[in-house]
Each structure stands twice: as structure tokens, then as C-alpha cells.
């Protein structure tokens, strides 16, 4: 039976081309249709609606942009499709990705999909990365897996995920080590059945709240830039912490000044694996942190994607009340 599967094209690399004056990559060169030529997915039993969203380098991102990819997906899911191919620059993939599996609660498989080379390199990995994006939309066990990053032969769930090589084919893994399965020879194998997040109901119709930031512990902090969020009255802030939750003591009068003033204070672990606990003594150590009030991040999220949620839940129903709804999600 044919599936209906829509591409939305996003732009990055993989609808990239070189400028011919500059010799530089310019992003959204291509469409999603020019991309579609030369793939070798004629043998597939699918039907490809191309959907030209915005075609720009990833960089360029914002959280508006992504609204705007949220109506997108919102407007083929009410088509009635069976799966979603999203094209992305790589470099912030895994934030639109995340921030789209907070959102969509979904049997629907969504799958995010790019390339490192350009269609005019040698080795061009965009064809068989779409190939293998559209085998896993249109998989009946992607089903009710969430949203997906598929690349390189491997399927990666978008809570998780990070790109791991900035250059190398290879590019995205999972620091929490969920792999759900691979692609090899037209064929797709899940190993890990993965339970859809708990998503957030947010209306699209207002511009999310942008003013959350990510502070990265660091030898001899410095706390002015910090001071500065917090009295200028910003949204939110994510700690990356020293190892399983410590900050600086020079940063804790902030973080205290940040919870007296309701801002949420999410601590993470700079640290690749292993989270954060609230079990260290002293001024700046985790169970000090917890017991004033900052958010221990149990799922051991990295600070990108805990900003993505952290902004996800002050745009939904659980604005006023995130301390106690964090670990629900």
C-alpha cells in the first residue's frame, strides 16, 4: 500500500550549493524537489508531497522559525499523512527536533533528516540520508516512536540527541545511548521500542518566550554576565554544573537572587554522562542548590535541549508551576 509521506524543506546543508563567485556554501540553493531528482526512491512504494517551509542555514534558526515549523507539521498531520521528512541544517537539529517532540503528541512518525557534504561534493550524503528518512517515516514500527533524527544509517530519537562530529558523515549520537535501530540495504531495524515523551499543549498562535539562557560552570567563574540575566529579569536560566551539580560560590548569590524573583533555575551536568544529584554539601553544592529551589535535572538532558524544555513548559499550561511538573516530562 502506497504511503503519503510529506517533505518539509527547512534548508542546511543538504539543499546547499557552492556560490559560484565566492566558492562558499550557500544554504537553501536547492529544493526539495531538485533534492528528490537523483535520490533513487522510485523503487519505494511512497507518494512525496514536497512542502517549501524556509529554506536557511540552521545557524540562523530562531524560536520563531520554529512556530513556524510546528504549523507546518501541524497543517500535514491534518492532511491525514502517513509520515514526516523534515530537511535541517545539522547544527541545531536536535533543538528543533526536541522542542517538536515536546510539542506533538503524535502516532505519526516525524523524522528529521540532513547532510554534512554538499550535492556538489564527492560522497554526498544527502541522497541516501533522505532515502533513509523516507524508509523510516514510512516504517509501520516508527509509529508511535516520537520524533526521529535519522542519519547515517542510524535512528536516534530526538530527545537525546546531539551532534557529535562537526564535520565527519557520522554526525549525531545519543548522550543518554538510545540508538533505536538502523538502515541498511533498504531495510529498517528497530532494536529499542521507545515510549513517546509526555507532550506540551502550547498555542502556536502566540511567539514563544525566547529569554531563557544556558550558563556553563568554568574554572574562576566570572558572575557578572549571570547578574546581569537575572536583574535585567530574564525568562530563565539553565546551569551546566560542575560535575554532579556544583557551581561556583561566586554564582550562587545570582541563582539565589534568580529564585527569589521566580525564575527557573534548571541545573545540568556539564558533564557528558551521569546527571546531576543533590548530594554535595557547601555553598555552591547540589543539596544547597535543590533546597533553595533550582531544578535538578533527573533526566539528564544536556543544557540545549534542557533550554528547549525549560522554554516548551513556560509556553504551555505548566508556566506557573514548572518545579513540580519538570520531572513529569
Not at 507539521?73 to 541545531?92: A, K, P, R, S, Y
Not at 547578574?227 to 551546566?240: M, R
Not at 506557573?320 to 513529569?328: F, G, K, R
Amino acid at each position: 500500500m502506497t504511503k503519503n509521506i510529506a517533505l518539509i524543506n527547512l534548508g542546511g546543508t543538504i539543499m546547499s550549493m557552492h556560490d559560484p563567485e565566492t566558492g562558499r556554501l550557500k544554504a537553501g540553493a536547492m529544493t526539495g524537489d531538485e533534492l528528490l531528482e537523483n535520490a533513487n526512491l522510485e523503487h519505494l512504494d511512497v507518494d512525496i508531497d514536497v512542502k517549501e517551509v524556509k529554506s536557511i542555514d540552521s545557524s540562523e534558526m530562531t524560536l520563531e522559525d520554529l512556530r513556524d515549523i510546528a504549523k507546518a507539521i501541524q497543517n500535514v498531520l491534518d492532511e491525514g499523512v502517513d509520515g514526516i521528512v523534515l530537511t535541517h541544517g545539522t547544527d541545531t537539529m536536535e533543538e528543533t527536533a526536541y522542542m517538536m517532540d515536546l510539542i506533538f503528541d503524535t502516532d505519526t512518525p516525524i523524522v528529521f533528516t540532513g547532510s554534512q557534504l554538499s550535492i556538489e561534493d564527492l560522497g554526498f550524503d544527502g541522497h541516501s540520508n533522505i532515502r533513509d528518512a523516507v524508509l523510516t517515516a514510512s516504517h509501520p514500527d516508527s509509529r508511535g516512536q516520537g520524533v526521529l533524527i535519522v542519519f547515517d544509517q542510524v535512528i536516534i530519537p530526538a530527545h537525546g540527541a546531539t551532534k557529535k562530529n562537526s564535520i565527519g558523515l557520522h554526525a549525531f549520537t545519543s548522550y543518554l545511548n538510545t540508538i533505536l535501530g538502523v538502515l541498511y540495504d533498504g531495510k529498517v531495524s528497530y532494536f529499542v521500542n521507545k515510549r513517546r515523551q509526555p507532550h506540551f499543549a502550547i498555542d502556536l498562535s502566540q511567539p514563544f518566550t525566547r529569554d531563557v539562557h544556558v550558563i556553563r560552570m568554568a574554572l574562576d567563574f566570572n558572575a557578572n554576565y549571570l547578574n546581569y540575566l537575572v536583574d535585567n529579569g530574564c525568562d530563565g536560566l539553565v546551569i551546566e554544573s560542575l560535575g554532579a551539580g556544583q557551581i561556583f560560590p561566586e554564582a550562587v548569590p545570582a541563582v539565589h537572587k534568580a529564585l527569589e524573583k521566580n525564575i527557573p533555575v534548571v541545573v545540568v551536568s556539564r558533564a557528558y554522562t551521569g546527571g546531576v544529584v543533590s548530594l554535595y554539601d557547601g555553598e555552591g553544592g547540589g543539596a544547597a542548590l535543590a533546597q533553595a529551589g533550582c531544578i535538578f535535572d533527573e533526566g539528564r538532558l544536556n543544557g540545549t535541549q534542557a533550554r528547549i524544555k525549560l522554554i516548551a513548559m513556560l509556553n504551555s499550561e505548566y508556566d506557573s508551576d514548572i518545579a513540580t511538573q519538570w520531572h513529569n516530562f
